[in-house]
C-alpha cells in the first residue's frame, strides 16, 4: 500500500483526496498521527460530496460531508489494533472507517449504504486512473513472481495463528495451471468484522467491489464468485496474469440493491 499522499479527480469534479491513508492505527501512531488521518479524511468527504453534487444531489451534498466528518472520529476509535504498519492489511480498516462515516453521513440525509459504498467506489476507482499505467501494470506482474507467491503463502499461513482478533484470515489456494496461476480464500475479513461492529454491516459488500478495478488496472485477472461481505462461505480470490476483468460496479450491483 503506497505511503504517499495519492490525489484524484473525476471530471474535474472531485477535489484532492488521499485513498491511502499516512499513518497507522497502533497505539502511539494512532494519537501521534490524529490530526492527519482526520485530515485525510476529510479530502474523503468533499469527494464525496463533489460526486452527490455531480449526481443531481447537490441538495444534500454538504451535509453529507459535515455529518460524515462528524461521525469520523469515534468510528476511528473503533478501529482495532492489527499491528500497525508492519500488518500488510492495516490500511483497509483506515478506508473501512472512511466507508462507515460515509454511511453515517449518507443516512442522516435520507441516503443509503449503496450511495456510501458508490461514492467510495467512484473515488477509488479515479485514484487508480490518475496512476502511472505502465508502473500499475509492472506492480501487478510483480505479484506472479515465484518470490511474491511465497510470500502470500507465508502471509496466508501466518494468518492462521489469529494474532489479532479483527485481523484477517486466509488460505492460499496454488495455481491450477489452467484457470488461474494462485490465488487464496479468505476465511475472516477484517472489513467484515469492523463494519459489522460498528453498525455498518450493508456496506461490506460495497467495498470489496473495489478489488475489480484495481485488478483490471493491475492486469492481475481476478475472478470472484463468492465473498463474506455477501453471505458466502469465503471471499476466492482466483488471479491469471492477463485475463480481462469486466466485473465492477455496474455489473456486481443489482438496481434494487
Known amino acids: 500500500m503506497r505511503s504517499r499522499r495519492s490525489f484524484l479527480g473525476l471530471c474535474a469534479l472531485l477535489p484532492c483526496m488521499d485513498l491511502a491513508p499516512r499513518a497507522a492505527l497502533c497505539g502511539s ?6 490530526r492527519e488521518l482526520l485530515e485525510d479524511f476529510r479530502g474523503v468527504s468533499e469527494g464525496a460530496a463533489r460526486w452527490l453534487a455531480a449526481t443531481g444531489r447537490e441538495d444534500r451534498a454538504r451535509a453529507v460531508a459535515e455529518d460524515s466528518r462528524r461521525a469520523f472520529p469515534a468510528l476511528l476509535d473503533a478501529v482495532p489494533d492489527i499491528g500497525g504498519p508492519s500488518n500488510r492489511n492495516h490500511v483497509y480498516l483506515v478506508q473501512s472507517a472512511w466507508l462507515a462515516a460515509l454511511c453515517r453521513g449518507m443516512e442522516a440525509s435520507g441516503l443509503t449504504a449503496r450511495d456510501a459504498g458508490h461514492a467510495f467506489y467512484v473515488l477509488a476507482e479515479a485514484d487508480l486512473l490518475r496512476q502511472d ?74 467495498y470489496c467491489l ?16 463468492s465473498t463474506l461481505a455477501q453471505g458466502g462461505p469465503v471471499c476466492d480470490f482466483r488471479y491469471k496474469r492477463g485475463r480481462p476483468v469486466t466485473r465492477g460496479w455496474n455489473t456486481e450491483v443489482p438496481a434494487s440493491a
Open 29 to 34: 501512531w494512532e494519537t501521534a498521527h490524529r
Open 133 to 206: 499505467p505502465a508502473a500499475l501494470l509492472a506492480q501487478g506482474a510483480a505479484e506472479f513472481t515465484p518470490q511474491a507467491r511465497d510470500a502470500l503463502r507465508a502471509w496466508a499461513e501466518w494468518t492462521a495463528l489469529r494474532t489479532w482478533p479483527g485481523d484477517w484470515v486466509a488460505r492460499y489456494v496454488p495455481g491450477d495451471g489452467e484457470a488461474y496461476d494462485h490465488g487464496y480464500d479468505m476465511l475472516e475479513c477484517g472489513v467484515v468484522k469492523y463494519l459489522r461492529a460498528v453498525d455498518a454491516a450493508p456496506a461490506a459488500r460495497f
Open 210 to 225: 473495489n478489488d475489480f478495478p484495481r485488478s483490471r488496472l493491475k492486469g492481475t485477472g481476478l475472478r470472484r464468485e
